[in-house]
């Protein structure tokens, strides 16, 4: 079964480092994501991106935050200077065409802020 | 602002039992509805969805049941087995007029402990 894949799965960068998050969603998917979870705390939304661009993003994508498809198969996320507070879970998704399509996760990256 | 809850943040129940986990949600305007399952150090795995012109849809060993009339959706497994421990999550797909990207609203999760 396709399945979506993330590397590396634990990343530890010090304050201030940039971090980029790698993903390989499943291949015949248009639609992808990025979510984070706080130890303890629920799934939350970043963005979502489609046809070359961010489609959707939420108010924890800040301007620190970028997303980028930068061949057909891999998917990043990319954050610029890292705070303490980024670290968490973060989950690559992906689906297929169209609405009410379910999202695909990946098994995630741990991201650790020294 | 709107959101997605659980009742009941964490449920034992017995082998061979069965589950039953709800999700109260407030966004009249959502459309769609996922459950997931998310076993330690793995991400949410799809288990079941239900789009709002349904209200009731059956998988294998699991139902999801959708009221709108009270915005409750819940999530009944059959026959619990050990490997169904692990923590639930429902996340709800607001309605848009966008075609572009969905962002999913999870709720907290609960913790689901089957026991011999």
């Known amino acids: 079964e396709p399945e979506v894949t993330q590397t590396p799965s634990h990343q530890v960068t010090q304050m201030g480092q940039e971090v980029i998050l790698r993903c390989v969603p499943i291949?015949?998917?248009?639609?992808f994501y990025w979510y984070r979870q706080i130890l303890g705390q629920k799934v939350e939304f970043l963005v979502s991106?489609?046809?070359?661009?961010?489609?959707?993003k939420s108010e924890i994508f800040d301007d620190q935050f970028s997303v980028e498809r930068p061949d057909g198969s891999n998917f990043t996320l990319k954050i610029r200077s890292t705070k303490l507070e980024d670290s968490a879970m973060y989950f690559c998704?992906?689906?297929?065409?169209?609405?009410?399509?379910?999202?695909?996760f990946g098994d995630g990256t741990r991201l650790s802020i020294l | 602002g709107e959101s997605v809850g659980l009742h009941l943040p964490t449920l034992s129940v017995q082998e061979g039992d069965n589950s039953i986990i709800n999700c109260a949600y407030s966004?009249?305007?959502?459309?769609?509805f996922i459950w997931y399952k998310q076993e330690s150090g793995k991400g949410p795995q799809f288990i079941i969805d239900?789009?709002?012109?349904?209200d009731k849809r059956q998988g294998q060993r699991v139902t999801v049941l959708l009221n709108k009339t009270v915005k409750h959706l819940s999530l009944q497994i059959a026959a619990t087995q050990p490997g169904d421990s692990a923590v639930y999550f429902c996340?709800?797909?607001?309605?848009?007029?966008?075609?572009?990207?969905?962002?999913?609203?999870f709720g907290k999760g609960t913790s689901l402990l089957v026991t011999p």
């Open positions: 998704a992906s689906s297929g065409q169209g609405r009410n399509q379910p999202q695909h």
């Open positions: 291949s015949n998917h248009l639609y």
């Open positions: 991106f489609y046809n070359n661009e961010i489609s959707e």
């Open positions: 966004n009249s305007a959502s459309d769609y």
């Open positions: 239900i789009r709002s012109n349904m």
């Open positions: 996340a709800e797909e607001p309605r848009s007029n966008s075609n572009s990207g969905y962002a999913l609203n």
